[in-house]
Each structure stands twice: as C-alpha cells, then as structure tokens.
C-alpha cells in the first residue's frame, strides 16, 4: 500500500492562514484538492499555544483563529513520541552547534526533526531561516544522525509547481 502523500506545516503557515492571506489558502485548497494531508508537528501546535497565552495581541489573536479554524481548514497534527521528540531536540541543538541556525531559532529544528521522524519529505514554511539554510549542508546533517532528510519549501514555490 502506497502511503498518502503528506505535508508538513511550520507555524508562521498557520498564522498566515489565520490572517487570511489568499496565498496561504489557495496553497491549502490546491494541495488538499490533490490529495495531500497537511500535517502540523506537536512542535508547531505548542507554538500555536504559546502565542495563544503569552503573545503580543496581535499574535494571541491570530493564535487563537488558526486553534478555532484548525479543523474547518481540514488540517491534521501528528504528535511525536517522548523518544522521537527527545531526538528532534537533539537534532535542533546539532543545528545550532554547526551554525546552520541560530540559537534563538532552536523551535524550528526541532519541528525539522519532529518532520524528519513522521518521515514527512517536505516542511512548507516561509520562515528565511529555514528556507535560507544551505540545502547541501541540512541534508548532509540529516544523514549524518540517520534522519530522514526533510526540505523546507516555501508555499508559493510549492503551489507554482502544482500548477
């Protein structure tokens, strides 16, 4: 049996669907009308509900639209095990420690390895940290720890080469 074809979502995707940017939606209606199912790590979910309780207003609210439209917009989330998160974490600090992010961004590799451990080939995210990594040295880093490799695409890219 096939698996689906999946998606993963960052958090910065969520939050410009709850602002109602006409790009994000039409990315999620192209690619749920091709079958994919659009995945949010546990990662991005905490995220979600940290911005929801501990946000400037302006995050608290959109925060508080995409917990209300989650389901209506026809996403899913996956929640990683204790094993599998405790590895993501490990894989976010490797990260940091080879300068491919930095350390404020720790969030982020933490998602790219919840994404790597679903086996989730892509993570859809306009955040330029994640698209500004070099893709050598991430897949490199991927490899290096036995992880599956995860590329972070941008929205727009990925909605232009559905098309």
Excluded: C
């Excluded at 910065?12 to 006409?22: F, M, P, S, W």
């Excluded at 998602?111 to 940290?129: E, F, K, M, N, Y």
């Excluded at 992880?147 to 890219?157: G, S």
Aim: avoid cysteine.
């Amino acid at each position: 049996m096939a698996r689906p074809k999946e998606l993963a979502l960052d958090t910065n995707l969520l939050l410009d669907l709850a602002e109602g940017k006409d790009w994000a939606h039409e990315f999620r209606e192209s690619f749920l009308a091709a079958d994919y199912i659009l995945l949010a790590p546990g990662a991005v979910m905490e995220e979600i509900a940290w911005f929801d309780m501990n946000g400037t207003q302006r995050e608290s609210d959109l925060a508080a639209n995409v917990l209300e439209q989650f389901h209506e917009w026809q996403l899913d989330f996956f929640e990683p095990s204790p094993v599998a998160d405790a590895a993501a974490r490990r894989f976010a600090l490797n990260l940091i420690q080879r300068r491919l992010m930095p350390v404020r961004e720790k969030t982020d590799g933490r998602i790219l390895g919840q994404t790597a451990w679903a086996q989730i080939p892509v993570l859809v995210t306009s955040d330029r940290h994640l698209l500004g990594m070099d893709a050598g040295s991430l897949r490199l880093e991927f490899e290096r720890v036995r992880l599956f490799p995860v590329t972070p695409a941008h929205p727009k890219r990925l909605l232009w080469a559905l098309h």
